[in-house]
């Protein structure tokens, strides 16, 4: 009986055995499949520039510096924060019947600014203009299309490099304020192609006459929205 016993208790353990070995080729290959998968998804923003009390002082700067004349419920918004650039905020927001997109950015580093404790102030260089409702509904539904599909990262143990922050904000009824953020993502990919289109929303705040401009927008936005939403 004893002998019979331990055959069994190896023939368990063996099978434990290949249970792990199978386990490990698994999280290897979901680990190259998140890879593979990498700056195709805005990830869960931390809410330092969403939520309406911030502690941090930095955070708590650019909000002073650079969200002034704009509205708290936004219908889309970036924040751009550089390593060693000025910072920059695009904001859509709806004001009445009418729509307006507004460029601050500062002078200098709110970061620089703030790590040198200096007393000055930094204020915003202010650009706002009126845009159609297209232009503006059309940034609204791909930012939040892009919100929508906010993952966590995989734990995986990563170094930075010096880069910039872009953070996708946008207000929907029934959420409220919602957010996520890539940071400086890889060329030919999804999170590269959605900060190129909200970054060419400069040139329009720069040059608001331009009509084909802003039509040349509104169609790369919505292909891109379109190009999100098949994603299963």
């Known amino acids: 009986m004893a002998h019979i016993a331990f055959r069994t208790s190896n023939s368990l353990s063996y099978g434990w055995l290949r249970l792990a070995i199978c386990a490990l080729l698994l999280s290897f290959s979901a680990f190259a499949s998140q890879a593979q998968q990498k700056d195709d998804h805005l990830l869960p923003a931390k809410g330092l520039l969403t939520s309406y009390s911030v502690q941090n002082q930095y955070y708590t700067k650019v ?78 539904v791909l930012f939040n299309t892009a919100l929508d599909q906010v993952r966590y990262p995989a734990p995986v143990m990563s170094i930075r490099r010096d880069g910039t922050t872009y953070t996708f904000i946008a207000f929907r009824a ?26 060419n929303l400069k040139e329009l705040a720069a040059t608001p006459t331009k009509q084909q401009l802003e039509q040349d927008l509104i169609q790369h936005a919505k292909q891109f929205t379109t190009e999100l939403r098949a994603e299963k």
């Open 174 to 199: 029934g959420n409220g304020l919602r957010a996520g953020e890539t940071w400086s993502p890889d060329v030919k990919t999804k999170m590269a192609t959605l900060v190129a289109v909200a970054e």
């Open 63 to 140: 909000r002073e510096t650079l969200y002034v004349g704009l509205d708290l419920n936004p219908l889309a918004r970036l924040v751009v924060l550089p390593s060693f650039e000025p910072e920059y905020v695009l904001s859509i927001d709806q004001k009445a019947n009418k729509y307006y997109l507004t460029y601050n950015q500062t002078p200098k580093s709110i970061w620089s600014t703030t790590q040198a404790q200096s007393s000055s102030n930094v204020e915003a260089q202010a650009k706002s203009v009126e845009i159609s409702k297209d232009m503006a509904t059309t940034i609204e």
